[in-house]
Antibody, heavy 118, light 110 residues
């Protein structure tokens, strides 16, 4: 059974940093593209970033470029999102997702809430 | 403002059929496959349709998808109260080099 479990969310002050983690199991993590998708309170889904199997290709939504870094550790079956210079607009539930061919988010974690507030 | 356009809300009676639209452009839907997701409030999204019209195992054939040009649709027949949820379309945008979603459609089954 595919499982994706996010952690690392919480309350952070504007300008602060946070690192999200996603522990994967039930599939060959090292063979899968992975994504982060977020959802602000009461809003729709927003794609954040993709990372290729070996980490050699990364894509980001414009609003996080230069502030967020997606990475992975295939030995630990883990996905990460380092978030710096956080603003209130980054407040959201962040989901980790296994990305299939043709930008299909086949499996999702339960999400972790990030709140940016003073 | 989402790159893909969906109606914010729709409603229909139990047993009826609904079609949710998703409009894009030549750089996204026009050139790429579309997928659809169901999100019951308070839970994570779930894949409903991929590659325009394919259903993952476990998704009933009451759910169907189609694509034509720069638009896609999700059809749901035999509506049930359990189908009340938010529905999102998604794809890749070649010009933005980014994943994109529709703004979501809140379906009410009344």
């Amino acid at each position: 059974e595919v499982q994706l479990v996010e952690s690392g969310g919480g309350l952070v002050q504007p300008g602060g940093s946070l690192r999200l983690s996603c522990a994967a199991s039930g599939f060959t993590f090292s063979s899968s593209w992975m994504s982060w998708v977020r959802q602000a309170p009461g809003k729709g889904l927003e794609w954040v970033a993709n990372i290729k199997q070996d980490g050699s290709q990364k894509y980001y939504v414009d609003s996080v470029k230069g502030r967020f870094t997606i990475s992975r550790d295939n030995a630990k079956n883990s996905l990460y999102l380092q978030m710096n210079s956080l603003t209130a607009e980054d407040t959201a539930v962040y989901y980790c997702a296994r990305l299939g061919d043709r930008q299909v988010y086949g499996y999702w974690g339960q999400g972790t809430l990030v709140t940016v507030s003073s | 403002q989402s790159v893909l356009t969906q109606p914010p809300s729709m409603s229909a009676a139990p047993g009826q059929k609904v079609i949710i639209s998703c409009s894009g452009s030549s750089s996204n839907i026009g050139k790429n496959y579309v997928s659809w997701y169901q999100q019951v409030p308070g839970t994570a999204p779930k894949l409903l349709i991929y590659d325009n019209n394919k259903r993952p195992s476990g998704i009933p054939d009451r759910f169907s998808g189609s694509k034509s040009g720069t638009s896609a649709t999700l059809g749901i027949t035999g509506l049930q109260t359990g189908d009340e949820a938010d529905y999102y379309c998604g794809t890749w945008d070649n010009s933005l080099s980014a994943g994109v979603f529709g703004g979501g459609t809140k379906l009410t089954v009344l």
